[in-house]
T-cell receptor, first 114, second 116 residues
Framework: AQSVTQLDSQVPVFEEAPVELRCNYS??????LFWYVQYPNQGLQLLLK??????LVKGINGFEAEFNKSQTSFHLRKPSVHISDTAEYFC????????????FGKGTTLSVSS | EPEVTQTPSHQVTQMGQEVILRCVPI?????FYWYRQILGQKVEFLVS????????KSEIFDDQFSVERPDGSNFTLKIRSTKLEDSAMYFC??????????????FGNGTRLTVT
């Protein structure tokens, strides 16, 4: 079975500081990896995804994530956050087959203050 | 940009009542999904639907739940006899294809279901 662990439930940071949101996954088969963001009172929006190829993937809003197979991690980073980045961030995995459900982590609340 | 729309945004119902949550997926999408998020917990997969059939469902999706595509645009989730523990945010999603490779899920804003 697959599982996703987001190591931090809440991450408070100051504006313009760098941030890393940690995600580890467990799977006996190949998976695709995703980060979704949920702004207050909105649905989930895809931030970025790793499918294959370069282990560093860039997403929207200046976020990037690095896939590390040996550490089974897919940490999300941003070098300088804005107040508007305050949101819930979800790491997710998907199995390598058609029509398969996403398995989400519990989410990390990123709170950016001035 | 096309969106997945869900109605209502918030629904309150009494325990034991039936409730129907409605979703309009993106028009050219073929795969439809329901997820739920109990307050403070992770987003959980309920069911996926393709070609008028359930293609996959989780353990959560028991006989109390059903899904339907009653016409060419709507996709509904019915809970037959709601329980307190059904209180959650329910997200509808759609994708053009089933494979994750070229076809990310597009989520709606969710319906918050409160069972009293």
């Amino acid at each position: 079975a697959q599982s996703v662990t987001q190591l931090d439930s809440q991450v408070p940071v100051f504006e313009e500081a760098p941030v890393e949101l940690r995600c580890n996954y467990s799977s006996s088969v190949s998976v695709y990896l995703f980060w979704y963001v949920q702004y207050p009172n909105q649905g989930l929006q895809l931030l970025l995804k790793y499918l294959s190829g370069s282990t560093l993937v860039k997403g929207i809003n200046g976020f990037e994530a690095e896939f590390n197979k040996s550490q089974t991690s897919f940490h999300l980073r941003k070098p300088s956050v804005h107040i508007s980045d305050t949101a819930e961030y979800f790491c997710a995995v998907s199995l390598n087959q058609a029509g398969t459900a996403l398995i989400f982590g519990k989410g990390t609340t990123l709170s950016v203050s001035s | 940009e096309p969106e997945v729309t869900q109605t209502p945004s918030h629904q309150v119902t009494q325990m034991g009542q039936e409730v129907i949550l409605r979703c309009v997926p993106i028009s050219n999408h073929l795969y439809f999904y329901w997820y739920r998020q109990i307050l403070g917990q992770k987003v959980e997969f309920l069911v996926s639907f393709y070609n008028n059939e359930i293609s996959e469902k989780s353990e959560i999706f028991d006989d109390q739940f059903s899904v339907e595509r009653p016409d060419g645009s709507n996709f509904t989730l019915k809970i037959r006899s709601t329980k307190l523990e059904d209180s959650a945010m329910y997200f509808c999603a759609s994708s053009e294809f089933g494979s994750s490779y070229n076809s990310p899920l597009h989520f709606g804003n969710g319906t918050r279901l409160t069972v009293t």
